[in-house]
T-cell receptor, first 111, second 111 residues
Framework: TQLLEQSPQFLSIQEGENLTVYCNSS?????LQWYRQEPGEGPVLLVT?????EVKKLKRLTFQFGDARKDSSLHITAAQPGDTGLYLC???????????FGTGTRLTIIP | NAGVTQTPKFRVLKTGQSMTLLCAQD?????MYWYRQDPGMGLRLIHY???????AKGEVPDGYNVSRLKKQNFLLGLESAAPSQTSVYFC??????????FGDGTRLSIL
């Protein structure tokens, strides 16, 4: 069974600060997705990375896939209250239609 | 979330009662999934379907049954509800190697 561990589990920071959250596994994945989930809603896809070492940017969010495709990070620059939410990573493998989800990082940005 | 609709949004059941959760998608995706989300445990896959007329077990299938009689609908049934099945249930739809699109969830409480 492939497992994804996310850290930290909870993070609360002031508006304007930078932060990084992590998604780690002992298994190799073909792709890694990051989702954000807000209260009362389902997860919404932010990005998919598929190449080891790949870096993708989405405005103030920077996503990186580890060289060995076992881990990933999400860095947020100048956090804003709108970034508040539960961040989930999910790993996939080619030929397998199922995703493995991490336990999530609950992020709170204090105005 | 556009494309995946779950009904009902909330439900309270007594132990031993049965019910069916409905999921409908309008994106013509082949794959559909049912997850449960519990505090500290992330999203766990209950059952999934790779196409009309097919279903398969996920990580936590016990106590649940599913049916995919039409491509656009995926039903999750609880034959005899137990308190351990109190959770938030999410349906998702997707294509092979593509991100999953989630509904907004059904919050189910079993008394």
């Amino acid at each position: 069974t492939q497992l994804l561990e996310q850290s930290p589990q909870f993070l609360s920071i002031q508006e304007g600060e930078n932060l990084t959250v992590y998604c780690n596994s002992s298994s190799v994945f073909s792709s890694l997705q990051w989702y954000r989930q807000e209260p009362g809603e389902g997860p919404v896809l932010l990005v998919t990375v598929v190449t080891g070492g790949e870096v993708k940017k989405l405005k103030r969010l920077t996503f990186q896939f580890g060289d060995a495709r076992k881990d990933s990070s999400l860095h947020i620059t100048a956090a804003q209250p709108g970034d508040t939410g539960l961040y989930l990573c999910a790993g996939g493998n080619f030929g397998n239609e199922k995703l493995t989800f991490g336990t999530g990082t609950r992020l709170t940005i204090i105005p | 979330n556009a494309g995946v609709t779950q009904t009902p949004k909330f439900r309270v059941l007594k132990t031993g009662q049965s019910m069916t959760l409905l999921c409908a998608q309008d994106m013509n995706h082949e794959y559909m999934y049912w997850y449960r989300q519990d505090p500290g445990m992330g999203l766990r896959l209950i059952h999934y379907s790779v196409g009309e007329g097919t279903t398969a077990k996920g990580e936590v299938p016990d106590g649940y049954n599913v049916s995919r009689l039409k491509k656009q609908n995926f039903l999750l049934g609880l034959e005899s509800a137990a308190p351990s099945q109190t959770s938030v249930y999410f349906c998702a739809a997707g294509q092979h190697d593509q991100p999953q699109h989630f509904g907004d969830g059904t919050r189910l409480s079993i008394l």
